[in-house]
């Protein structure tokens, strides 16, 4: 498969998560290529990409194939994480007919869905070139396939926030609803974990509490440009700000040039148009 871009890692479940798309589509059997094609006709299949975008996904594209057909082979034409142009072709492959006719809608759907998420992650990306901001994915991933789509934002140049519940703490609004107040969730959390802190605030008291209790990670929640701007002055550096809320592509740019450190999107995995590919078998 292409080499993903340096240093970013494949996921360790990929063919776990292929497994149940495959049983998924598959359930008891593909009956339209079991009584249609013969057994063991091989065959070679291109597949090429009907507009721009930044290509992501080929580890569980080839686990679909290699599931049901170890030996299907792959040549790829681009590098994970390449922007390509419409038309141009990112992999040709042989194999055995059922294998490619059963697994490919599978290993589109992984391709195409990936190479969304990557592509737009590049687009916001671009837009905060040269600021010292960095965007972030979030929580609101499509279930079943956080690590592909972390893995997919990766390949766009973003960056992971949290991957679940488990390695950083995230104290927001419902949470100091629950404990009632900034200083004390603060100083619970630091008792128990050495993950990342993170606290939400929704407005420049809260800020101005959180910095008092010694927060080192503050996410701004829906903040105006202005009060950001006001934030980054108060702060003076002593906590890390984060940004989110409704962030697009129209405002991030002034966003990220108030010197914030990080603006959290969740639109990169949680509104994703997949990208247009098509796959034709050549016997």
């Given at each position: 498969?292409?080499t993903?871009?340096?240093?970013?890692?494949?996921p360790?479940?990929v063919?776990?998560?292929?497994?149940?798309?495959?049983?998924?589509d598959?359930?008891?059997?593909?009956?339209?290529?079991?009584?249609?094609?013969?057994?063991?006709?091989?065959?070679?299949?291109?597949?090429?990409v009907?507009?721009?975008?930044?290509?992501?996904?080929?580890?569980?594209f080839?686990?679909?194939?290699?599931?049901?057909?170890?030996?299907?082979?792959?040549?790829?034409?681009?590098?994970?994480?390449?922007?390509?142009k419409?038309?141009?072709?990112?992999?040709?492959?042989?194999?055995?007919?059922?294998a490619?006719?059963?697994g490919?809608?599978?290993?589109?759907?992984f391709?195409?869905?990936?190479?969304?998420?990557?592509?737009?992650?590049?687009?916001?990306?671009?837009?905060?070139?040269?600021?010292?901001?960095?965007?972030?994915?979030t929580?609101?991933?499509?279930?079943?396939?956080?690590?592909?789509?972390?893995?997919?934002?990766?390949?766009?140049g973003?960056?992971?926030?949290r991957?679940?519940l488990?390695?950083?703490?995230?104290?927001k609004e419902?949470?100091?609803?629950?404990?009632?107040?900034?200083?004390?969730?603060?100083s619970?959390?630091?008792?128990?974990?050495r993950?990342?802190?993170?606290?939400e605030?929704?407005?420049?008291?809260?800020l101005?509490?959180?910095?008092?209790?010694?927060?080192?990670?503050v996410?701004?929640?829906?903040?105006?440009?202005?009060?950001?701007?006001?934030?980054?002055?108060?702060?003076?550096g002593?906590?890390r700000?984060?940004?989110?809320?409704g962030?697009?592509l129209?405002e991030?740019r002034?966003?990220?040039e108030?010197?914030?450190d990080?603006?959290?999107v969740?639109a990169?995995?949680?509104?994703?148009?997949?990208?247009?590919?098509?796959?034709?078998?050549?016997?």
């Amino acid at each position: 498969m292409p080499t993903p871009p340096a240093l970013i890692e494949v996921p360790t479940d990929v063919f776990e998560v292929v497994g149940r798309a495959l049983a998924e589509d598959m359930g008891t059997g593909d009956i339209t290529a079991q009584w249609l094609i013969p057994t063991e006709r091989p065959v070679s299949a291109r597949v090429s990409v009907r507009e721009s975008a930044v290509i992501a996904g080929a580890p569980w594209f080839e686990a679909c194939f290699r599931s049901l057909d170890p030996h299907v082979r792959f040549a790829w034409q681009v590098r994970e994480g390449e922007r390509v142009k419409a038309g141009a072709t990112l992999v040709e492959l042989e194999g055995e007919a059922r294998a490619l006719l059963t697994g490919e809608r599978t290993a589109l759907n992984f391709l195409q869905l990936l190479s969304g998420t990557a592509t737009t992650t590049r687009r916001y990306v671009e837009q905060v070139e040269g600021t010292r901001c960095r965007i972030l994915d979030t929580r609101k991933t499509l279930p079943g396939l956080r690590s592909a789509q972390k893995y997919a934002t990766r390949v766009g140049g973003g960056t992971n926030h949290r991957h679940g519940l488990y390695d950083a703490v995230l104290i927001k609004e419902n949470h100091l609803a629950c404990v009632g107040d900034i200083a004390e969730a603060l100083s619970r959390a630091h008792s128990h974990v050495r993950t990342p802190i993170v606290i939400e605030v929704e407005t420049l008291g809260q800020l101005a509490q959180a910095l008092e209790a010694r927060a080192t990670w503050v996410l701004l929640d829906n903040f105006s440009l202005e009060d950001i701007r006001s934030a980054v002055a108060e702060t003076r550096g002593r906590a890390r700000l984060e940004v989110s809320g409704g962030m697009d592509l129209s405002e991030i740019r002034a966003v990220a040039e108030t010197g914030v450190d990080f603006i959290s999107v969740g639109a990169l995995t949680k509104h994703v148009r997949a990208i247009d590919l098509s796959m034709r078998i050549r016997p």
